[in-house]
């Protein structure tokens, strides 16, 4: 099993810039690819960004000119960093970890709680 757990939510003025943290423990040898989801309210859960262990990244069209996402495998350790927030990017931000190659990527999904990230004036 992996845990999740995500820092670096908070409120934010719109063009502003928050920088979203995120660790795994446990069975991290496992983990074949990172990454964040969010979830506003009255909406679905969606994909932000995401990056595999090969390095291959993934962003939702809305965030892929203004956000960034890194990893730091040795600490077992995703980064969001979210540039010109806008009012739109508020939601709880959820880091995500998943296991399997090849066929099987994604096989299985780890989540963390859940971090708050409010754009406003």
């Known amino acids: 099993q992996v845990q999740l757990v995500e820092s670096g939510g908070g409120l934010v003025q719109p063009g502003g810039s928050l920088r979203l943290s995120c660790v795994a423990s446990g069975s991290t040898d496992i983990i074949a690819g990172m990454g964040w989801y969010r979830q506003a309210p009255g909406k679905q859960r969606e994909l932000v960004a995401g990056?595999?262990?090969?390095?291959?990244?993934t962003y939702a069209d809305s965030v892929k000119d203004r956000f960034s996402v890194s990893r730091d495998n040795a600490k077992s350790m995703v980064y969001l960093q979210m540039n010109s927030l806008k009012p739109e990017d508020t939601a709880v931000y959820y880091c995500?970890?998943?296991?399997?190659?090849?066929?099987?990527?994604?096989?299985?999904?780890?989540w963390g709680q859940g971090t708050q990230v409010t754009v406003s004036s």
């Open positions: 995500y970890a998943v296991g399997g190659t090849g066929i099987r990527y994604g096989e299985e999904e780890y």
């Open positions: 990056m595999a262990n090969g390095g291959h990244t």
